[in-house]
């Protein structure tokens, strides 16, 4: 059975059909039932309820009339309403669909903003004629949801010209406040946009009478002004559509279309600044905006160009606008006010940039005229209170040149529709597509930029445009195109700097992938201010609190400033000292316990450490050794093992090539940063499984610092050596290196180098198969590691007792070790050691019977490796993958990847150590057990090979679902 209570206004309860009379006569049961309703689904203390309804009496008594009103609730309403008692507490449900309420349903209706349902619902006041200290904020409350649901009905009414209506639910807004003067001159204007300008008059004589009678005042100029107005002005002429016709079609932006369209019929949103560089899109986003807009705005639209407007002659142009004609005896500052005061209209401004202290004209605008909303683009920040900003920034570039990354891709749609009017095949090649996903990349979106990208589509290939923007993105920028060029945008920003900003902003072009405000102040001179200035200006943009970018195309125009001023090498000499001040300092705490920190900081700068690197390399060869080497690490621990090569060997050749004609490159320093450039560049080629360069530059390394006589270099090379000496096979050859550097960094005292060593030469008497001392001598390391709170060489260290445990048949130790290791492996952004993890994880999973759970793992290690280039991680992650196929009884499969990754040992020059060699021959004799001799032989010889990267893709994708993995 329904129960429906009503509460505005005067209580009514009915229960089914029949009303619910005791309720209406007992006011206590009221206020205790409203009591529960205003805190629905909240368990309330009945103590805190009794002191509420009847706190004038005794706490016996309270509690007794308590209970007493509890009882004759649940009698009166029935067993169907939601009210759950204890002895302690009460608590009304919400949920019941047989118990109503209408707080609860306009509550539900607000937050919905369905506004005439809230005013449907509101009969009167809440317990209308009900007096009481705790129920008046709760009344309040509702009644100004009420009245702010009437002024939202209002405004959408008038919105629809529906000024009849609009004019009704002001004049319920005024029977609650009959003084709001606010409300008075609306209610007297929209009676007059309905044609009842008799009705509006009298409206404003009445409200004079009240005045006089209750306040002995008169009422507000703007109100008097709109009588007069009203009084003796014609009726206002049909409203007015002013927006920019485009003749092509629009592209994009649904984001920031969507919001722009929600703040210009927000009624609270009256100064909209769409912001952002010059040939971004301001205007035409603004006018695509504005075709849904004239029925929001019954007075028109007006758009005003303010490229060739000054401060003195904006007025001026306002009235010109607006169609007023000149009079001499008002000036057009007032024809202006007098025009726009009555009005509902949006006032378009475009490129408000070009017009210098525009902002209190704008100000005065938005006062003169209460009803009137400004949209306005430009290139700059106005910084004026309550503007709402909406910065516009390049449209999306796609990632490749596949159809579905350029179909969900806006630049490309832009660059491909412009461009087919000119050559309607243009993209349908598969080269021409990977073009123009660059040519998308490099210009960032900027859209006038693709426009000229595209008017060139005739005269030259996709290709050769993408060539042309990797040199110089204003290459095509040139008047023949039919654009204003970016190069004259870019100047009309320029010129409107002042020289100190011009100077900090040109030297700013040279970071790459942008930079922070202490970086900003190091090398360009710049201070937070000046910074905050170029952001306003949408010359550099902040998309972090502490981090600004520049577009490319302005970076490229600021390089041309910058040649020009001849301060170009200055600014790249310091550039260069900034990074490696930021390098060498990040070195220094790779090893310890903020190791993550610095390495996201140095990958977040690291296109800027590259353009360092290049202008060491063009300028100062210590330096760049000194760049190089304080990087190796970082590269190594993130993976980018190539790169740092690349980098470490152009390096070398160029110290090489120099050290004849230098006597600085001769000296004892230089030496050293020479021998520590080798090392590294061999631990790299290591782990790149390049074993001949490796021990190449170990050995010269070594020699190098043994001539010295640096004993923390001729430790650390020893260490190297033994690393590729192990992998090789001569385990006391590696034993006898690592042993003579633990001894070099015990008398140097340097614990992080002593645990890495203690750690490699634990992993060298694992690999022999000594697990007893591997064991110890790893807990060793590990003991140090965590001391130093190292988490990549904890996660290894971990790793490699995992693999212990799990040789030694203790299956749960060695899960519990891989599966922490991972994680402070994962947490320190150590691919290398997460890939390798991954691998003996699978291979884990697949000795414990368990193949449905080595899939993942051995799909996670893969994908790692492939980005690594480890080819010995690849081999062994073969030999993992052929234990997977043997439990899916894919035996001449698993004879293919053993004879795969024999290959690639035998080329790579790598041997296997003890425990993968027993695995190896049980492996091999369980599948000569499953296939003949002839068979078992053409499957090794198949893999041996066949197996490509391709190949080997098929064939693990089809087998990893067999075994349950994805």
């Keep these: 059975m329904n129960i429906r209570v009503t509460f505005f206004g005067t209580i009514s309860a009915r229960v089914g059909e029949q009303t619910c009379d005791p ?7 009221q206020l205790l ?3 529960l309703v205003l805190r629905p689904d909240t368990i309330l203390l009945r103590q805190h309820i009794a002191f509420t309804l009847w706190p004038d009496t005794t706490e016996t008594r309270a509690r007794a009339n308590l209970r007493q009103g509890l009882y004759a609730l649940r009698s009166i309403l029935g ?37 005439s349902q809230m005013i449907d619902l509101y009969r009167g006041a809440l317990l209308d004629g009900v007096d009481t200290d705790w129920l008046a904020p709760a009344r309040e409350r509702y009644q100004r949801a009420y009245h702010r649901a009437l002024e939202r009905c209002a405004e959408a009414a008038e919105q629809r010209g529906d000024w009849r209506r609009a004019a009704q639910l002001t004049e319920q807004l005024l029977a609650g406040d009959p003084l709001s003067e606010h409300h008075v001159r609306a209610m007297m204007w929209r009676l007059a946009r309905s044609g009842d300008r008799t009705a509006a008059l009298d409206h404003y004589e009445r409200f004079c009478r009240l005045l006089e009678s209750e306040l002995h005042t008169e009422p507000e100029p703007a109100t008097r002004d709109l009588a007069r107005q009203i009084a003796y002005q014609p009726p206002v002429e049909p409203p007015r559509v002013g927006v920019p016709i485009y003749p092509d079609a629009f592209i994009g932006r649904d984001q920031e279309l969507a919001e722009l369209q929600r703040r210009l019929v927000d009624p609270h949103c009256r100064l909209i600044v769409v912001v952002g560089l010059g040939g971004i899109g301001k205007t035409r986003l603004a006018a695509q905006a504005l075709r849904a807009a004239p029925a929001i705005f019954p007075d028109g639209i007006y758009f005003c160009s303010l490229e060739h407007s000054t401060l003195e002659t904006f007025t001026e142009l306002l009235a010109g606008v607006f169609g007023l004609r000149s009079h001499a005896a008002t000036s057009s500052d007032e024809q202006v006010r007098a025009f726009l005061y009555p009005r509902r209209l949006l006032l378009v401004l475009d490129g408000a940039e070009h017009v210098r202290g525009l902002q209190a004209s704008l100000t ?18 106005l910084r004026m209170q309550g503007e709402a900003l909406l910065p516009v920034e390049g449209l999306p570039a796609p990632d490749d040149g596949t159809p579905t990354a350029l179909e969900r891709s806006d630049a490309a749609q832009l660059l491909l529709r412009r461009a087919r009017l000119l050559r309607p095949e243009f993209g349908q090649s598969a080269a021409e597509s990977t073009s123009l996903a660059a040519i998308c990349r490099q210009l960032q979106g900027i859209p006038l930029a693709l426009e000229l990208a595209a008017a060139h589509v005739r005269d030259y290939s996709c290709a050769a445009i993408a060539a042309m923007l990797a040199q110089n993105l204003l290459a095509l920028d040139v008047a023949s195109s039919g654009y204003r060029g970016l190069h004259a945008t870019l100047e009309t920003s320029w010129h409107a700097l002042t020289p100190p900003a011009r100077a900090a902003l040109r030297r700013l072009a040279i970071f790459r992938d942008g930079f922070d405000r202490e970086m900003a102040a190091t ?20 998309d972090t609190p502490d981090r600004y970018q520049i577009y490319e195309v302005v970076r490229h125009y600021l390089l041309e400033r910058l040649d020009e001023s001849g301060e170009r090498t200055p600014t790249e000499l310091r550039h260069l000292d900034c990074m490696l001040a930021l390098a060498e300092r990040s070195w220094t705490h790779f090893d310890g316990a903020d190791e993550i920190a610095w390495l996201t900081r140095c990958d977040i700068e690291r296109n800027n450490l590259r353009a360092a690197l290049e202008i060491a390399l063009a300028h100062d060869e210590i330096r760049a050794l000194r760049l190089t080497s304080a990087l190796w690490q970082f590269w190594y621990a993130r993976g980018y093992l190539r790169e740092g090569l690349y980098w470490l060997k152009r390096v070398l050749a160029h110290v090489a090539a120099s050290e004849e004609a230098s006597t600085t490159l001769a000296g004892p320093e230089a030496l050293r940063l020479r021998a520590r450039a080798l090392s590294q560049a061999g631990s790299l080629a290591h782990g790149l499984s390049d074993m001949g360069a490796a021990h190449g530059h170990f050995a010269e390394s070594l020699a190098l610092y043994r001539h010295l006589n640096h004993q923390p270099g001729v430790a650390a090379s020893l260490n190297n050596l033994g690393l590729l000496l192990q992998d090789q096979g001569d385990y006391s050859a590696a034993i006898a290196c690592f042993e003579e550097s633990i001894a070099l960094w015990r008398q140097l005292d340097e614990r992080h180098r002593l645990a890495t060593v203690i750690h490699n030469l634990g992993v060298t008497h694992f690999n022999r198969g000594d697990l007893g001392a591997a064991r110890t001598v790893l807990e060793e390391s590990l003991a140090l590691r965590r001391a130093l709170q190292y988490h990549r060489g904890i996660g290894l260290n971990l790793y490699n007792l995992g693999r212990v445990a799990h040789v030694e048949g203790n299956s749960l130790l060695a899960h519990s ?6 994680n402070h492996s994962q947490q320190a952004g150590d691919r290398w050691t997460s890939a390798y993890t991954l691998t ?22 893969l994908a790692l490796i492939r980005e690594l280039g480890d080819q010995v991680a690849l081999a062994r992650w073969i030999e993992t993958f052929t234990s997977l196929a043997m439990a899916v009884a894919s035996y001449a499969e698993a004879v293919q990847f053993l004879g795969g990754a024999e290959a690639l040992r035998q080329t790579l020059g790598v041997v296997r150590h003890h425990f993968e060699a027993q695995r190896l021959a049980l492996i091999t004799a369980q599948t000569r057990a499953h296939l003949d001799p002839t068979a078992w032989e053409a499957a090794w010889q198949m893999g041996q090979l066949l197996l490509d990267q391709e190949r080997l893709t098929a064939m693990m994708t089809r087998l990893l679902p067999t075994a349950g993995g994805a």
């Design 523 to 542: 090398v360009a001179g710049a201070a937070p201010q000046l910074l905050g200035e170029l952001v306003d200006r949408a010359l550099l943009r902040c």
């Design 23 to 29: 309720l209406q006569r007992q006011p206590a049961l």
């Design 840 to 861: 003996d994880l699978a291979q884990h999973a697949l000795d414990s019977g368990r193949p449905q759970d080595a899939g993942a793992p051995l799909r996670a290690s």
């Design 817 to 822: 070790l891989y599966t922490e290791g991972l």
């Design 364 to 381: 005065r605008l938005l006062q003169d005229a209460p009803q009137i909303k400004l949209l306005i683009t430009s290139r700059s920040r």
């Design 33 to 35: 039932l409203l009591a």
């Design 79 to 115: 067993q169907h309403v939601p009210l759950e008692v204890t002895q302690q507490t009460a608590l009304l449900r919400s949920d019941a669909p047989a118990f109503q309420v209408d707080l609860w349903e306009f509550e539900r209706a607000a937050a919905s903003e369905r506004y």
